[in-house]
C-alpha cells in the first residue's frame, strides 16, 4: 500500500482523467474497499445504540415517515446529495456512481452480519469503533481519486470552494445534518456527539496517508493538514 506525505493533495480531477490517471487497479481495490468498510462503520454505530453518526440519526429519523430500510433511505439521500453538486461545480466519477449504489446494500448487509453488542462496554466499543472505521474508510476512498460519494464531495467540494480545511468542512456538515435528523425523530446519543467531533480530523490525519498520487490539469484542494 503506497502512503503519502503531508504535501500531499487530492486533485480535482474529471471523469475520464480519474480513470486514466494511472494505477487503476490498486485506487478501485481502495475504492471497493473503503465503501465495505463504511457500510460496516454504519452497522457498527447502529448495532451500538448508543447513538447513531449524525448521518444515520438523518437516515433514521427519515425511516420514521417512510417504509423503506435503512440501506434504500441511504440510497435515495445520496441522490438527492447529488443535487448540491450542481452549484459547486464537484466533478462525479466512478467513486461516486459505487457510493450512491452501494453504501445503502453495505449497510444493510453488515447489519444482517454484525453480532447484536452484549453489554455497555460492548456497545460503546462499537460506537468508537464505527468512528474510527468510517474516517479510515473515508479516506482510503476518497484517496483512491475516483470521484468521492455524493456526501464526501459535498465536503471536498466545500473545501475547494471556501479554501477551509478538510476537517473544518466535515465536522460543519456533520452537525448541521445531526440537527435536522433530530429534528425528523431520529435518536441521538453520546456516540453521536463523539463522532459529529471526532470524524473530521480523524478523516483529515487518514488522509495523510492514504491519497494515492495522481497528475491532473485541474487546481488541487486544500492540503488535508491545513
Excluded: K
Aim: hydrophobic fraction near 50%; charged fraction near 10%.
Amino acid at each position: 500500500m503506497s502512503t503519502t506525505n503531508t504535501d500531499t493533495q487530492l486533485t480535482n480531477l474529471g471523469p475520464v482523467a480519474q480513470l486514466t490517471a494511472g494505477r487503476l487497479p490498486e485506487r478501485l481495490a481502495r475504492l471497493v474497499t473503503g465503501l465495505w468498510l463504511y457500510g460496516l462503520s454504519i452497522a457498527l454505530m447502529i448495532e451500538g445504540a448508543v447513538g447513531a453518526a449524525p448521518w444515520d440519526v438523518f437516515h433514521a429519523g427519515v425511516a420514521r415517515h417512510a417504509p423503506l430500510s435503512l440501506g434504500a433511505i441511504i440510497v435515495l439521500t445520496a441522490l438527492g446529495v447529488l443535487a448540491a453538486w450542481i452549484p459547486l461545480r464537484q466533478m462525479p466519477g466512478l467513486g461516486t456512481v459505487l457510493n450512491t449504489a452501494l453504501l445503502g446494500p453495505f449497510a444493510d448487509l453488515s447489519m444482517a452480519l454484525l453480532p447484536t453488542p452484549d453489554g455497555t462496554a460492548m456497545r460503546y466499543g462499537y460506537a468508537v469503533s464505527g468512528v474510527v472505521v468510517c474516517a479510515f474508510a473515508t479516506a482510503l476512498y476518497v484517496g483512491a481519486q475516483l470521484g468521492p460519494g455524493p456526501r464526501d464531495g459535498l465536503m471536498t467540494g466545500l473545501a475547494r470552494r471556501t479554501g477551509w480545511p478538510i476537517r473544518r468542512v466535515r465536522t460543519g456538515i456533520e452537525i448541521s445534518v445531526l440537527v435536522s435528523g433530530f429534528l425528523l425523530g431520529g435518536a441521538v446519543g453520546l456516540g453521536t456527539v463523539v463522532f459529529a467531533l471526532g470524524v473530521g480530523p480523524l478523516t483529515q490525519f487518514f488522509l495523510r496517508y492514504l491519497v494515492v498520487h495522481v497528475a491532473g490539469p485541474n487546481p488541487p484542494l486544500p492540503r488535508s493538514d491545513s
